[in-house]
């Protein structure tokens, strides 16, 4: 297991510690460790200034967080620090460096700024520093393992340092677990780095470090974690990787490596977790299943890998994850799919996959398969319609944007546990069955950019976890992205399965009827959108009990009357669009709606921002045109958009608006044809 050797090694780490360590009253602290300690908190600043108190308690020892160990020939000395999550903020102060017996030093997850004092490293005990999660800056190339040569822990992580991987590395032969991931180094790696034999975790993502991934990488066989993802390394990928025998986690995904995996690489017998979507690897998939059999996450995402889809992957009968999308594959699904049994989350989206029929009857044998994405594939297929299909733990299905054709199919009511149908931008007509109000989990459907006529199923008024908000689909273990397509040159992406807000998109089809009052309930929804159909009708005050509702979108409908005043209340409202449809009357009078567009409202017979009415005959009473003629003395009839822009300047500058309280309140403007 990756962590579990890790974690041993910390727990020997302590347990090695507890004879000696103690952290009791009855030991006496040391003056030159207690002069260090002072000068410590006197440059950061938090509670635990208060509760390290020499007048109350004269002995360091009995201080929180400060641990000492009374076996050393000089007396009981201060041997660590363990002040992560203190709210420490300031500085760290060279005057550390004074404590010379100093071993562990945790100030993970404070708020310390400034740069870390290179005379920290004249400390030739030191063997843990955890200063992740804080706000330091500058260099870290400072000297560190010139004295400290017995450092085993340096976790720098999430930090604002910069500058290069420190070069001096060379002398911490001892080094085991090494994290200077999300921070801003750069440049390349050191020749140093390689020279940690007893590395065992390497974590260096998310920085802007580049170059070739050297040859030296071979060298350290103690490997158990390496994670390079999110830098700019090029190149070729050295073939050196059979030397790392105990390699379990490579993370490189999203840099810029090049060619084919190299051979020592795709036959590891000890890889469990291998991460290189978002490169530019190319070739046919050469990974040989037979050598690795503990591969349970594979990510070739986001290459150009082509060829058929590899059937020997099959043989990786652990892997849970697999993301070969955003490839050149082509042809059919291999039917040897069927033995993937752990598959639990499968993405083969934005390939050139072709016969949908075969590839569901093949992949309904990976019974725990939880997502599968298989959006733009298959074009100008027909939508399976086989009522033996049977995806019994699916949570997530995205069949978006494959041109399908044909309708929703029964056999998706038997994926009861169904979370997120995206069956968006395809060709599918008929109507949208009642079932689909049925699943209890259902918090995320798109049936957008469809054909789909009649009305809108009732039944959506009932999905539980969008009345209720209970959601648990889990996140993938790496990314796992959602590809919809491309919109104006915009990739249309999902990174997250957590970034998902609760949505119903029907937009883009020809639903007609009216909207029900029964949406009301759903409190849980953030996205509705109902955009470009044929509804009709008025808007049900009663939609204003969405309470979670962010975006709504109504536009380009035939809706009929008033905006409901109640939406006043949808406080979370961001984006609102009600455009080209035949609404009257005012405008709600709240905050929110001050800031939607003018062309939210544009397009309809007559909206106003306030002080009108629509009466029976929907017309607009209260001509705003004349008065507008009257007052402005402005020709009408430039364009709505424009003429609302003009006439909300002229109010300015008449004054006439100034007058009032509220300026934008009172604008009166009519908004419409
Ligand atoms: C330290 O303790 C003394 C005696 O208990 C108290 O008078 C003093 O205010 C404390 N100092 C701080 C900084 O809390
Ligand atoms: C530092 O302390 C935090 C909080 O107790 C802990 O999670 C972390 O593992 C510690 N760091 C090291 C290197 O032991
Ligand atoms: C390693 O330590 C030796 C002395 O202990 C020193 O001479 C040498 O410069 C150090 N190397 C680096 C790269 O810091
Ligand atoms: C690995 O660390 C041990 C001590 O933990 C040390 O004795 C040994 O020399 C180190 N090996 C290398 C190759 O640096
Ligand atoms: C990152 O480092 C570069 C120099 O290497 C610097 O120009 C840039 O401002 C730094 N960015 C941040 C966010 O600190
Ligand atoms: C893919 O990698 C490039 C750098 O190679 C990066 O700029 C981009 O953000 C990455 N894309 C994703 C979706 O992570
Ligand atoms: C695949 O791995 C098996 C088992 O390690 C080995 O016998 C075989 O030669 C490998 N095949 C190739 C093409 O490397
Ligand atoms: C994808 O593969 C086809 C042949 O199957 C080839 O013609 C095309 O150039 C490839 N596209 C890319 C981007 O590699
Ligand atoms: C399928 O999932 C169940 C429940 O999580 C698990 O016990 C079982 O081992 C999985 N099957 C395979 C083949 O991994
Ligand atoms: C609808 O889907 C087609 C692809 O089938 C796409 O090109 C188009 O941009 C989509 N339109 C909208 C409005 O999303
Ligand atoms: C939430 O759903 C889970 C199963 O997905 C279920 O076990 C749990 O009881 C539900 N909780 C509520 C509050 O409905
Ligand atoms: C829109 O709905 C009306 C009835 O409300 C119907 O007469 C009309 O044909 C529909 N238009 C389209 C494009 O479906």
């Known amino acids: 297991m990756g962590f579990r050797g890790f974690c041993l090694f910390f727990v020997v780490l302590a347990l090695s510690f507890e004879p000696w360590l103690l952290k009791s009253g009855s030991l006496t602290c040391n003056s030159n460790d207690l002069r260090a300690l002072t000068g410590f908190y006197n440059c950061v600043d938090s509670e635990i200034a208060g509760k390290w108190n020499k007048t109350a308690s004269p002995d360091c020892c009995s201080w929180s967080g400060v641990i000492c160990d009374s076996s050393d020939v000089s007396g009981t000395r201060v041997v660590g620090l363990e002040l992560a999550n203190q709210r420490l903020t300031g500085k760290i102060c060279e005057s550390l460096a004074e404590l010379h017996h100093l071993r562990v030093l945790n100030l993970s997850s404070n708020y310390l700024s400034g740069a870390l004092p290179a005379e920290l490293f004249q400390l030739q005990k030191l063997e843990v520093i955890d200063i992740s999660n804080n706000h330091l800056i500058g260099s870290i190339n400072i000297g560190m393992c010139r004295t400290s040569k ?95 025998t105990r390699l379990e986690h490579f993370s490189a995904n999203s840099n810029l490596f090049t060619g084919r ?8 017998p000890s890889l469990q977790m291998l ?38 992957l099959s043989l990786c009968q652990r892997l849970n994850h697999l993301n070969l999308a955003r490839n050149n594959l082509s042809g059919e699904l291999p039917n040897s799919y069927k033995n993937l049994k752990a598959l639990t989350h499968f993405s083969l989206s934005n390939n050139k996959l072709s016969n949908i029929f075969s590839a569901l009857c093949i992949l309904q044998h990976c019974r725990n398969l939880s997502m599968l994405v298989l959006s733009m594939n298959f074009l100008d297929e027909e939508m399976p319609a086989d009522v033996n299909l049977q995806f019994k733990n699916l949570k997530g299905l995205s069949l978006a944007n494959c041109k399908l054709r044909g309708s929703i199919p029964r056999w998706l009511s038997g994926c009861s546990m169904l979370e997120l149908l995206d069956l968006s931008w395809n060709h599918l007509g008929g109507t949208i069955p009642s079932w689909i109000g049925e699943f209890d989990s259902l918090f995320y459907l798109d049936l957008s950019n469809n054909s789909f006529k009649g009305e809108i199923p009732k039944s959506l008024t009932l999905l539980q976890s969008l009345i209720s908000g209970n959601i648990s689909l889990e996140e993938p273990v790496s990314s796992f992205p959602l590809y919809k397509g491309r919109q104006g040159g915009r990739r249309l992406m999902y990174k997250q399965i957590s970034a998902l807000q609760p949505t119903l998109d029907l937009s883009y089809n020809m639903l007609q009827g009216s909207i029900w009052p029964g949406f009301g309930n759903l409190r849980r929804l953030h996205v509705f ?55 009257c009357g005012e405008i709600p009078q709240a905050v929110q709606f001050d800031t939607f567009p003018d062309t939210s409202f544009v397009g309809n017979i007559g909206l106003c921002r306030a002080e009108c009415t629509c009466d029976s005959e929907q017309t607009l009473t209260h001509s705003f045109r004349e008065k507008n003629m009257k007052i402005f003395g402005l020709p009408f009839g430039i364009g709505a958009a424009a003429s609302f822009v003009l006439t909300v300047t002229c109010c300015f500058m008449s004054g006439w608006v100034l007058s009032k309280p509220n300026k934008r309140k009172n604008a009166v403007t009519r908004i419409g044809h």
């Not at 720098?156 to 801003?184: I, Q």
């Not at 995996?261 to 590891?268: F, H, I, K, Y």
């Not at 979370?572 to 080209?580: D, K, Q």
């Open 150 to 244: 017995g450092i085993r822990v340096l976790k720098f992580s999430n930090n604002h340092f910069s500058g290069e991987v420190p070069k001096d590395l060379a002398n911490c032969t001892s080094l085991h677990h090494l994290s200077f991931d999300k921070n801003n180094l750069s440049g390349s790696l050191p020749e140093s780095l390689f020279q940690q034999q007893n590395l065992s975790e390497l974590n260096l993502q998310d920085n802007s470090l580049s170059g070739l991934l050297n040859n030296g990488i071979g060298n350290l066989f103690n490997l158990v974690k390496l994670d390079i993802s999110y830098n700019m390394f090029y190149g070729d990928l050295p073939d050196v990787f059979g030397s790392l």
């Open 261 to 268: 995996l190299p051979t020592s690489l795709v036959n590891s």
């Open 275 to 312: 991460n290189f979507n978002n490169n530019s690897l190319r070739g046919p998939m050469n990974l040989n299943c037979s050598a690795m059999k503990n591969l349970v996450s594979l990510g070739l995402g986001s290459n150009l890998f082509h060829g058929p889809i590899p059937g020997s």
């Open 529 to 583: 959108t109902l955009k470009d159909n044929n509804l009709s009708g008025p808007i049900p005050d009663n939609l204003s009990r969405m309470s979670s509702l962010e975006v709504l979108d109504l536009s380009h409908n035939k809706l009929s009357g008033e905006i409901p005043h109640s939406f006043a209340n949808l406080s979370f409202l961001s984006a609102f669009n009600i455009s080209y449809n035949q609404m």
